[in-house]
């Protein structure tokens, strides 16, 4: 720990994306973000992405164990590499804060799982990790997602608001950050939106055997069916109000039965439209307009969805580049922030992020 509360912090992340580990070191006191460090992103293959996704939507159990410990060591490794990258030895960060990979994500019944050994990952290191951020909160009646919301509003403390923070990942979700009246913190409203990339991810592989539509070029070569659409718009998801979040399949078997008959293409191009509109119906859910929409995670780089969300929210829509945050890292980031406040039992949650019924603390802490 450096003076004045000031951490070095080490934050991994695995996304429902299934693309590999992401990860990033930031120097915080937990509510402020001091200064950015090294970032890397380091690929999964096609075989353990395989494996990976057949164990989503499963009960974590004795046939987890030899995956759980494959992604701790790829973690561990992916640490070695950033340290390396940084000119930084181990002794040189106070924690690393390590989401681990959901596997299963059903808070009505109280159950969110990560897997991922923390005690594992702090002796391969020799740093202190912290890990299980989300139990707490779900134990305690919240939704245990989103998580990055206060990091969100860290980062964007000097920026102009409304504004509304966008992740596409696997599932999308937003963080909406308004002004306060004097004396009080930013307003922070958070919720799962809908699909992401997962959807276009899977169809992608089912009908042309790529792990995604790259850049949206399927997608843009097809037509929405505004039938199968209506169709994935009626889910009952969207007339709930937040917060409010998704396990990254809750969508797939009326997805893939609403598109069977289209085209590749077609597909793609409805399935794209679903994210995009499910995004915009978000909006019905924030006290005001956003000034302007800054999205992260991997669906900015798909040109075909950045351009539809720009005409159905017509908005300033913009990666969250434009505004100098690093959209690979900013998920990792965000676990190496809420590491810091786990250490000092800050909240991670609040009830207007995750719908907890007092601002919750979490995380487990494991020493080398």
């Known amino acids: 720990m450096k003076n004045g509360g000031r951490f070095r912090a080490l934050g991994l992340m695995s996304g429902t994306s299934m693309d590999g580990v992401d990860a990033a070191l930031i120097e915080t006191d937990g509510v402020r973000v001091l200064a950015h460090g090294a970032a890397r992103t380091d690929a999964y293959e096609s075989a353990f992405r395989a494996a990976l996704r057949a164990h989503v939507g499963r009960e974590p159990g004795p046939q987890t164990a030899a995956l759980e410990r494959e992604l701790t060591e790829r973690h561990a490794e992916s640490v070695r590499r950033l340290l390396a990258e940084a000119g930084l030895a181990a002794g040189d960060v106070d924690v690393i804060g390590f989401h681990g990979h959901t596997v299963l994500h059903d808070p009505k019944r109280r159950i969110t799982r990560q897997i991922g050994d923390g005690r594992l990952l702090a002796a391969l290191t020799g740093i202190p990790v912290v890990n299980d951020f989300r139990s707490r909160d779900v134990a305690q009646g919240g939704e245990g997602a989103p998580l990055a919301p206060l990091y969100h509003a860290a980062q964007a403390a000097d920026l102009e608001k409304p504004l509304a923070v966008l992740n596409i990942g696997g599932v999308a979700n937003v963080t909406w950050l308004g002004e306060a009246g004097p004396g009080e913190k930013d307003r922070v409203i958070a919720f799962d939106t809908g699909p992401g990339n997962a959807l276009l991810d899977d169809w992608a592989g089912r009908t042309l055997g790529r792990p995604m539509d790259e850049d949206g070029g399927l997608a843009r070569a097809g037509r929405a069916d505004e039938r199968a ?140």
Not at 256 to 281: I, K, Q
Not at 300 to 308: D, P, S, V
Not at 318 to 336: H, S
């Open 229 to 368: 659409l209506a169709q994935l718009l009626d889910d009952a998801y969207f007339r709930r109000p937040p917060p409010k979040s998704l396990d990254r399949d809750h969508f797939a078997r009326i997805a893939f039965a609403a598109a069977a008959n289209l085209s590749p293409a077609d597909g793609a191009a409805t399935l794209a439209h679903f994210t995009a509109e499910s995004v915009a119906r978000a909006r019905a859910h924030f006290p005001a307009p956003p000034r302007r929409w800054l999205v992260c995670g991997g669906g900015r780089r798909n040109g075909y969805l950045m351009a539809k969300l720009a005409a159905v929210l017509d908005a300033d829509v913009r990666p969250v580049e434009a505004v100098g945050w690093r959209g690979d890292a900013l998920e990792a980031e965000a676990f190496a922030f809420l590491a810091v406040r786990s250490l000092k039992d800050l909240p991670l949650s609040l009830p207007s992020t995750t719908g907890v019924a007092a601002p919750c603390a979490g995380g487990v802490l494991h020493k080398p």
